[in-house]
Antibody, heavy 122, light 107 residues
Framework: QVQLVESGGGVVQPGRSLRLSCAAS????????MHWVRQAPGKGLEWVAV????????KYTESVKGRLTISRDNSNNTLFLQMNSLRAEDTAVYYC???????????????WGQGTLVTVSS | AIQLTQSPSSLSASVGDRVTITCRAS??????LVWYQQKPGKSPKLLIY???SLESGVPSRFSGSGSGTDFTLTISSLQPEDFATYYC?????????FGGGTKVEIK
């Protein structure tokens, strides 16, 4: 079965960096676009970024452009989110999610990880 | 960005009740809408895709309808395990966006 396991969350000071990872198993990782979605404490869901199956195309929500970078390693079935210049408003649970379709730019989220909490605070 | 407005933001209902949640898009999105269920402390779960198609394994008491700008999620007979928060999401245009959520609570 599809498994997505995030890691790398923690407490970080404003302006610092953090790198999240998502280990995927149970499906052909290199075939699917992958996403990061976040949820601030007590708030709703916010899509953050998507990367196509081969890593050639990436899209971001406006508020993270230039600070967060999505990438993937298809040889090791791992998705990453490099988070630089972190702000208090980046505090959230970050979910890794597999797209529903094995083609295209990414549409919606058929499978989710359990999430990893990032807290940005001094 | 396309805005999705869910209503109500919360509701109280009893087991066996019929529950309807609406999602309105700020511009037409055809049928490019999905619904998720999220329970406290858990990841969201896909319920409905393409506005009205039931995801495999989801009970048939859940149904979706609509196209264009107005969409509905209906639970025909609310069960104890259905108390959760429900979100709509559009995939017609990037950035992908979610509705604000509807919390379904026990009456």
């Amino acid at each position: 079965q599809v498994q997505l396991v995030e890691s790398g969350g923690g407490v970080v000071q404003p302006g610092r960096s953090l790198r999240l990872s998502c280990a995927a198993s149970g499906f052909a990782f290199s075939r699917y676009p992958m996403h990061w979605v976040r949820q601030a404490p007590g708030k709703g869901l916010e899509w953050v970024a998507v990367i196509t199956n081969d890593g050639s195309n990436k899209k971001y929500t406006e508020s993270v452009k230039g600070r967060l970078t999505i990438s993937r390693d298809n040889s090791n079935n791992t998705l990453f989110l490099q988070m630089n210049s972190l702000r208090a408003e980046d505090t959230a649970v970050y979910y890794c999610a597999r797209d529903a379709y094995g083609y295209g730019p990414g549409y919606y989220f058929a499978h989710w990880g359990q999430g990893t909490l990032v807290t940005v605070s001094s | 960005a396309i805005q999705l407005t869910q209503s109500p933001s919360s509701l109280s209902a009893s087991v066996g009740d019929r529950v309807t949640i609406t999602c309105r898009a700020s511009q037409g999105i055809s049928s490019a809408l999905v619904w998720y269920q999220q329970k406290p402390g858990k990841s969201p779960k896909l319920l409905i895709y393409d506005a009205s198609s039931l995801e495999s394994g989801v009970p048939s008491r859940f149904s979706g309808s609509g196209s264009g700008t107005d969409f509905t999620l209906t639970i025909s007979s609310l069960q104890p395990e259905d108390f959760a928060t429900y979100y709509c999401q559009q995939f017609n245009t990037y950035p992908l966006t979610f509705g604000g959520g509807t919390k379904v609570e026990i009456k």
